[in-house]
Each structure stands twice: as C-alpha cells, then as structure tokens.
C-alpha cells in the first residue's frame, strides 16, 4: 500500500485521476474515505497518519484561528477559490512537514549531546 505523503503527491500531479477537479473538498473527502478505510481493514496508524493529524493543530496555530472547521475550510477561507485552495494546500502541508522534520532533527541533535 502506497504511505499517505507518496498518495498526495500523486493526487497533486494527476488529481483528476483520483478526486475529479482540483478542489479542496474533494481532496478531504478523498482523505476521509482513506481514513475509514484503513480504519475499517483494521490497518494500524502508519508514521506519516500520526504526524498528518497535527496538520490541522499547527494550521490553526499558523492562522491564529479557533475553529472546529476542517483544515480544509481553513486553508479555503485563506484562499480566493477551491481550485486555488488545492494548491495552497500542498504548500502549506510541505511547510508543516519541514516543520516537523526540522524539529525532529533538533529532538535527535538534543538527544546526542545529552548522551
């Protein structure tokens, strides 16, 4: 089975292919399928699942807003259409995975020196 980064980059090159039109519902509708899915199979939460359900923490932090909205209508407030939406969305989850990268590197730097 494909990890959930490798399958977004896929919808983000040909996402006719996978949603229809390039449009941010389309794609959380997309994500929760996948979710209900592998929970329904039973699959275990892989790496990349865990770390994805901080996006919509850290998009709330970055935009400084309170919401029980999805972060998908979050990054659509923040956008001029679904279309643009769809884009910002990757450049936003690329921005949140160096982020989370970044740290990682500092957790493991930390570690080291402390050994």
């Not at 896929?10 to 994500?31: A, D, H």
């Not at 899915?37 to 994805?52: G, K, R, S, W």
Request: aromatic letters at 14%; glycine letters at 4%; proline letters at 3%.
């Amino acid at each position: 089975m494909t990890n959930l980064y490798d399958l977004l980059e896929k919808i983000k090159q040909k996402p006719g292919m996978y949603i229809g039109s390039p449009n941010i519902n389309n794609l959380l509708m997309f994500l929760c399928g996948y979710q209900y899915a592998c929970e329904a199979m039973q699959l275990p939460e892989t790496q990349q699942e865990i770390e994805f359900a901080q996006f919509q923490p850290w998009l709330q932090a970055k935009f400084g807003v309170n919401t029980s909205a999805s972060w998908a209508r979050i990054i659509l407030l923040y956008s001029s259409d679904e279309a643009d939406a769809f884009k910002n969305f990757f450049d936003l989850l690329a921005e949140f995975r160096n982020q989370q990268h970044d740290s990682e590197t500092i957790k493991k730097e930390s570690l080291s020196l402390k050994v």
